[in-house]
């Protein structure tokens, strides 16, 4: 038997990658099987919710024109959503019906997709720098605590994630190939995915054409766009075209909707996202990763460009939500272990220190396996999502009402979950009168809700007898109790309102 020495030196590389992907894809998928729920209102909302029921001929929230009286464009890309209509339709035809194992499958499907961020991780920082810190950075993105958990999720900045890696490694290995200009036509395709996934991964796309055209690298700059170009037109502008009649109607609506409303959610300094970084990454070890970021920028502008441009865009904006940043974290990652090691070589005063810069890497790596484990188990909005589970075995619900008096909104519930179409009714400011609804609903549509959904026990036999008028037969049912992490969370930020939910029946219907 002949020995090929190249598949052998191909094997013995590969090593080190599989040593981190095969544990990395194993905590994912547990932590598809134990961390059911959603992590964040949009990633259930925006993407399962109106899938689901396109699948079963509803308009949710006519987001679609068809049954619309008054159709507009609603500002989400179809792409992403839609490829969970489909998953749902195919769910149908196979005959499963159980809400839960689907939502287990989709959960899989991720951690299978979530692996190709480590493995570019890992080829692009080999590329630039060596095995050792390809070896660390992969490590990080596979590990740092918070990844699996949000890996198996249905959060557009999370999906974007493996597109944009996989489209800056072509970029950058297009300079070993012979026909290069058709690596970066394919990193332009690969690029303009992650576009009809998460539209503000725009600023990171034109990022990298610039970062290109600093380089003199015109023909490669043109190449690329041209390859963003051919996935965009036909995954937004056609589609658009088919259902709205006009070309990227919902990228213009998210464009409008975002500057109209771009102070009416978290408002943050400019160094929110600065400061967040710093805590998530953990600290000292994050000021390290920070530092080699910004320290790389000369070296590496291919890679910081992009990542520094989409990270300046949303520090700019008035918008700032925790999740916005999550697409360039990987690149936070490779550019800081690439740079922090070079600095490590140059550098007197640090070799002087290390023995802190090693107590600092034992810190980080106990405190993130400590919180690995707690959050990549964790069932997050449990309570809404097993109630919802629980009303499913009611038949015939049609109408829900939410109670939740003492805050401003009440919190949406999952009727996906339910498995049926129902309404839900929900107050629409504070204070316990029910006057909220007579705009919305009269007294006899109050009294066709089936379920009550009482939110949080604070004045709870108060708020019960304040709707006895409208619901005279209102019995109560049974406790839904949020999880360990919505309650830790709760207990972190009170704005998070994961409450303990009270179901009361309405005997009228279900005696």
Not at 326 to 332: C, K, L, Q, S, T
Request: glycine share 6%; with cysteine.
């Amino acid at each position: 038997m002949k020995f090929n020495p190249e598949k052998i030196d191909r094997f013995r590389n590969a090593r080190p990658l599989l040593f981190i992907i095969v544990p990395a894809l194993l905590l994912r998928l547990l932590s598809a099987w134990f961390s059911k729920g959603f992590g964040m209102h949009d990633d259930h909302f925006l993407v399962i919710e109106p899938a689901y029921w396109w699948s079963q001929g509803i308009n949710y929230q006519g987001w679609l024109p068809f049954g619309n009286s008054h159709p507009t464009p609603d500002g989400h890309s179809l792409f992403y959503s839609g490829l969970h209509y489909l998953f749902f339709i195919v769910c149908d035809w196979l005959r499963i019906s159980n809400q839960e194992v689907k939502m287990l499958i989709i959960r899989i499907l991720h951690a299978l997709f979530s692996v190709l961020a480590i493995y570019y991780t890992y080829k692009i920082t080999e590329k630039i720098s060596g095995k050792r810190e390809a070896f660390i950075a992969s490590l990080l993105v596979a590990f740092l605590w918070f990844m699996p958990f949000l890996s198996v999720r249905n959060l557009v900045e999370v999906v974007s994630i493996p597109f944009l890696l996989a489209g800056m490694w072509f970029i950058i290995n297009a300079q070993d190939r012979r026909r290069p200009l058709i690596q970066y036509f394919i990193a332009g395709l690969i690029m303009g995915l992650a576009f009809s996934v998460r539209f503000q991964t725009a600023s990171f796309i034109a990022g990298a054409g610039l970062a290109l055209m600093i380089m003199r690298l015109w023909w490669p700059a043109v190449i690329f766009g041209l390859g963003v170009i051919a996935t965009i037109l036909p995954v937004q502008g056609l589609i658009d075209y088919l259902i709205w009649g006009a070309p990227f109607a919902e990228f213009t609506e998210y464009v409008r909707y975002n500057l109209h409303a771009a102070y009416d959610y978290i408002i943050g300094p400019w160094y929110n996202y600065l400061l967040l970084l710093a805590g998530i990454l953990i600290p000292p070890v994050s000021l390290f990763l920070l530092t080699g970021f910004f320290a790389s920028w000369r070296k590496q502008l291919l890679l910081f460009l992009p990542a520094f441009i989409f990270l300046v865009f949303h520090s700019m904006f008035p918008n700032k939500q925790e999740r916005f940043i999550f697409p360039i974290i990987p690149f936070v990652v490779i550019l800081g272990t690439v740079g922090w090691s070079l600095l490590m070589q140059k550098s007197r005063f640090l070799s002087r220190h290390n023995w802190f810069i090693k107590g600092s890497w034992r810190f980080f790596w106990i405190v993130n396996i400590l919180l690995l484990f707690a959050v990549s188990f964790s069932y997050s909005k449990k309570s809404r999502v097993e109630a919802m589970t629980y009303l499913s075995d009611y038949k015939d619900v049609k109408v829900i009402l939410l109670e939740d008096s003492r805050h401003n909104s009440a919190k949406m519930v999952p009727v996906f979950y339910m498995g049926q179409w129902v309404d839900v009714m929900a107050k629409s400011q504070s204070g316990y009168s029910l006057n909220f609804l007579k705009p919305f609903y009269n007294a006899d549509s109050i009294r066709l809700a089936r379920f009550v959904i009482f939110s949080e026990d604070d004045s709870l036999d108060e708020r019960v007898e304040r709707l006895k008028p409208y619901l005279p037969d209102l019995e109560y049912e049974t406790t839904i109790r949020s999880g360990l992490i919505d309650r830790f969370m709760h207990w972190i930020n009170p704005v998070n309102l994961n409450q303990d939910i009270y179901i009361y029946r309405n005997k009228a219907f279900f005696p």
